[in-house]
Structure formats: C-alpha cells, structure tokens
C-alpha cells in the first residue's frame, strides 16, 4: 500500500456553536490523509507556480511571438486579456463541480495540466493568431482557473485557524514561478528557437501541475483540527490572536446565502478594480521602462523583481492579517498599490532607474497582495464548506478585470502611459474606499473581536 492509501480510522464528533455552526472534531491530519497537513500547502504553492508563466511571464514574451508569427501587439494583448477571462470565467463551475464531488481536487489538477501544456504547444506552433486564441486564451487559461481555484481553496480547507498566512504563501508561488521564464522569454528566446523554448517550458510545467495535484486531498466538510477548540480560546497564541481578528463565518453560508448578504457583490467590485491594475502592471511596465530608456536587460529584471515581490507580498500580508485583520490589511494594500502607479510614472519622467525598480517592487506587492486578502476573507466571512464556489463567484470579477492589458493598450493609445497609469492609480484607491463598507455577515459591525460561543450540544 502505498503513502497515499494509508489513512487510519479515527472517530469524530460534530460539536455546535451558539450560532448553529457544526465543526466535525477529533481527527488529525494524519487520521484523513496518512501526512501532515504542511503538504497541502507546498503541493498547492508547486501547483501555482506551474502556472504563474503564463500571465506573468507573458509580457516578456510579447516581441518575440510578434516576431516569429508576425502577430500584431494588439492582438497579443487581447490573447492575455482572454486567457486572463478563461481562468477567471471557469472559477465558479470548477467550484460547483469540486464541493458536489464530480470533480476531485486530484483531477481538476490534471485537467489544469493538460490545459497548461496545450497553450504553450499553441504559442509555438499554431498557423494562425486565432489558434493560438483557442490554445492558449482558452484552453490555458480554462486549466489554469482549474488549478488556481483548487489550490488556494485547498490550503483554506486544511488550515481554517490560520488561513491568512498559508493562503497568502500558497498565492505566491503564482508569482514566484514566472521569474526565471521572465530572463528566458525576454532575454534568450529570439525567432530562430522560440518553438524549442516555449515546448520545453510547456512540458516541464505542466509536468509540476500534474505531479503536485497527484497527492492533493480534501478534508471531510466541517472539519477543525483536533488540536485547537473551535469553541473556546486556543492555547497556541498564534491560533488564538488570528481568530480574535478573524473569527470564524457565523455559519457555512450556501453560494446565495453568500450572495444575499451583499458582500459578494463589493468584494467582487474591488477584486475587479484591484486585479485589474495589477494585470495592467504586468503588461505594461515592460514599455513604459523602454520608452524611459531604461535598457532591455534592466526592465526585464525589474519585472522578475516585481514577480518576486509579488509572490512575497501575498505571503507577508497573509501573515499580517493573521496578527492585524483581513480587512485592515487590504485597505492598506489599495492603497500602496494605487500610490505604486503614481510612483511609476515620476520614476519614469525623470528617468531614474533606482526609483523605477522601487516603485515597481512596491507595485508588484500591492499587486500580489490583494488575492490572498479576498481569498481568505472570504472563506472568513462564509465558512469553508462551499469556499470553492463562494470564492469563484468573488473570483470571476477577472472576467472585468482581465481586460487591464486589452483595454490598458487602447487607453496607452489614445491618453499615453502617464494617462493610463494615472487612471489605474485612481482605481486602485477608489476601491479601497469602498472596501471601507465590507464587514462580516451576521456580526455587529462595531464588533471586530468576537468573544468565542458556547456550545449548545454536540452530535
């Protein structure tokens, strides 16, 4: 028998709060998967970063595929933009799908493997621009969604007393992975190997998803570790602040449930707003760095520090909202990463490049530390049970937001790039406005700490 067959036979029992909250306790990691619940962690962090290229490092790619196939830049732009759609579009059906239990995690991860291949396959070989639409805009995008909606609720699942933190590094790797195929896309591919790049990369990444998502394991519904009471104060200090400024949803609320309480729709509002700067970042910091003047190599490194900021920035503000609370960290995020956009432009003006790879550091953090932040709120706001499709539903304002580099190249077009950035610096602190008016369902909203329920009973 092998490692994954082994998971021993432990009993539980379903304890309930004075909201009517059901928490299964009594068994262990090791009890329901036969390892440590760490792996749900770092198998979900490889998995991200076998798909992070694709968007990240996609920009680095952008002369070269205009080069080989003659694409048009508009037109390889849009391919981002749907690709940015398809992953965003597939988040709520793939979240139905995982919690009614006709897609397991393990082949979601698959499916998301195959659709990573495909699209790189596309890039290299496909005749016309429109093939590569479907290979790579669709097919891609749709593996990557599976992937990322898997990955990020998983580690959720496993870790309801301390998502922040873990959510937030798991996130990262979505940005981590991009950074060595920033350097290759844009610094060693060239028309005369293109294909051979973009086939090896395409193997070896879809090789990561398919073996990280090979081990991936749901807990049963309702499941809270043995080791922390869900009904009194946990002894573990980290435990015990991050459930003081994150107390747990009143209740496993049902995707309308969810959606009836109003938080959806502004959580979604400024996920579309937020996300939307940040793939507009990613697309254009590479033009706006040379038509500053700054040499090729260095923009290329400015963006692989964005990419590494960025992946760093969702497990550090993941952490900080364990200790301060989801949601004062994510108006600090709006902020920084509206004020970022501001900084890019001066750096840029006055031609300074230290300043150009700070601001650009501090972008790609704020960029990077929005999702871990909805991520984890929702699930805090909603419960674990139905996170998948919750989250999907807050998730799919990519839809809207996945044309930051469609629309981003005709706004650069018709006001220049300090019109652009200017106005992508404004949406980003509009929406930490209206995120002023997010708190959680059924909890008074003058309360931030919530003294821990009683029990009524236990079944």
């Not at 900021?309 to 200790?323: H, K």
């Not at 650009?360 to 929005?370: H, P, Q, R, T, W």
């Not at 699930?379 to 998948?388: K, R």
């Not at 580099?405 to 300090?418: D, E, H, I, L, P």
Request: aromatic content about 14%; proline content about 5%.
């Amino acid at each position: 028998m092998t490692t994954t067959d082994v998971t021993r036979v432990a009993s539980y029992r379903e304890v309930t709060d004075r909201n009517g909250r059901v928490y299964r306790v009594g068994e262990s990691d090791i009890d329901i998967m036969g390892r440590k619940r760490k792996w749900m962690v770092i198998l979900p962090w490889i998995g991200m970063m076998g798909i992070s290229s694709a968007e990240y490092a996609f920009a680095s790619a952008e002369d070269t595929l205009h080069e080989a196939h003659h694409w048009s830049s508009g037109s390889i732009y849009w391919m981002m933009t749907a690709w940015v759609f398809c992953q965003a579009a597939v988040a709520f059906p793939a979240g139905r799908l995982r919690e009614s239990g006709k897609l397991p995690a393990r082949w979601a991860m698959m499916l998301g493997s195959v659709g990573t291949l495909l699209g790189y396959l596309s890039l290299a070989f496909a005749p016309h621009v429109s093939l590569a639409f479907i290979g790579f805009g669709v097919f891609s995008g749709m593996g990557a969604g599976m992937v990322y909606a898997t990955c990020v609720n998983m580690v959720g699942k496993w870790y309801p007393e301390r998502r922040g933190g873990k959510t937030g590094f798991v996130n990262g790797g979505f940005a981590y992975g991009s950074v060595p195929f920033v350097f290759i896309f844009h610094g060693y591919m060239d028309g005369t190997n293109f294909r051979w790049v973009l086939v090896s990369a395409g193997v070896f990444l879809a090789g990561m998803v398919a073996l990280a998502g090979f081990y991936f394991r749901d807990p049963p519904k309702n499941w809270w570790p043995a080791a922390i009471d869900p009904l009194n104060p946990p002894d573990d200090p980290r435990a015990r602040r991050s459930l003081e400024k994150n107390p747990p949803a009143v209740k496993q609320y049902s995707p309308m449930e969810a959606w009836k309480t109003g938080r959806v729709a502004l959580m979604w509002f400024c996920l579309a707003c937020t996300s939307g700067v940040n793939i507009f970042g990613i697309a254009f910091q590479v033009d706006i760095g040379e038509e500053a003047g700054f040499a090729a190599g260095i923009v290329a490194a400015a963006m692989s520090l964005k990419a590494i900021v960025n992946g760093t920035g969702r497990g550090v503000i993941g952490w900080l909202s364990d200790l301060y609370g989801r949601k004062q960290c994510l108006l600090y995020v709006c902020a920084i990463l509206g004020l970022a956009q501001f900084g890019i432009i001066w750096a840029a003006e006055i031609k300074n490049l230290p300043l150009f790879l700070i601001f650009s550091a501090i972008s790609g953090f704020g960029g990077g530390a929005i999702f871990p932040m909805f991520a984890a709120l929702t699930a805090d706001y909603f419960g674990e049970n139905n996170n998948a499709t919750n989250y999907g539903m807050v998730y799919s304002s990519k839809l809207v937001s996945g044309l930051g580099a469609g629309m981003g190249s005709v706004v650069v077009g018709v006001w220049g790039y300090n019109g652009a950035f200017s106005l992508a610096g404004s949406i980003s602190i509009f929406a930490g406005f209206v995120a002023l008016f997010l708190h959680p369902p059924g909890r008074s909203k003058d309360k931030r700490v919530t003294p821990n329920p009683r029990p009524l009973g236990e079944g």
